[in-house]
């Protein structure tokens, strides 16, 4: 078919047939009739509602926008209470902690003052005790420092003592010396 038309264009003298101005009148007449009608076809008919949904996609995408800025917005005060939550409960757990590490260091220091007064009595205590070994071996041996003074006359002298006549004076001597 194609080879058919370019058969007859061929034929046809190229200065009879200009494509861009019409020859006769009625092919201008209608022409424009048919160019006016589609215009008011897409004017009032066709183009109302593909402009209804440009509309519409617009407001749509509007609204989308706005809700978007509404979320965000939304979202930066939920980010401002999480953050001011999480500073609270930093500030809280700080308070916690110091409270706990003040009562530890209380309880601390109550039972070292508890440990050193117990310390010190077993000191005092054992104290009274080492004066009170230290004053019976003191007296103990001040019988056998007794004895062994008279003993240590008599072998000066020459001459046997009467070890419980001498004793008292021995024993009066020790602890005043003492």
Do not use: C
Request: aromatic share 6%; charged share 30%; proline share 3%.
């Amino acid at each position: 078919m194609l080879a058919s038309l370019l058969v007859l264009a061929a034929e046809e003298d190229p200065a009879a047939i200009n494509p861009v101005v019409p020859d006769e009148i009625g092919e201008i007449f209608w022409g424009a009739l048919a160019f006016f009608t589609l215009w008011i076809l897409m004017r009032y008919w066709l183009l109302p509602p593909l402009m209804k949904v440009r509309e519409e996609r617009r407001a749509k995408e509007i609204e989308d926008l706005e809700a978007a800025e509404a979320a965000r917005t939304a979202a930066e005060q939920v980010r401002r209470d999480y953050d001011t939550t999480i500073a609270e409960a930093r500030t809280r757990a700080a308070e916690v902690l110091e409270e706990a590490r003040a009562a530890a260091e209380a309880d601390r220091a109550s039972k070292v003052a508890a440990a050193e007064a117990e310390v010190a009595a077993q000191r005092q205590e054992a104290m009274a005790e080492l004066e009170a070994a230290r004053a019976a071996a003191i007296d103990q041996m001040g019988g056998d420092v007794a004895d062994l003074a008279v003993t240590a006359a008599s072998k000066v002298v020459d001459a046997p003592l009467d070890v419980a006549s001498h004793r008292g004076t021995v024993q009066n001597y020790v602890e005043g010396n003492r």
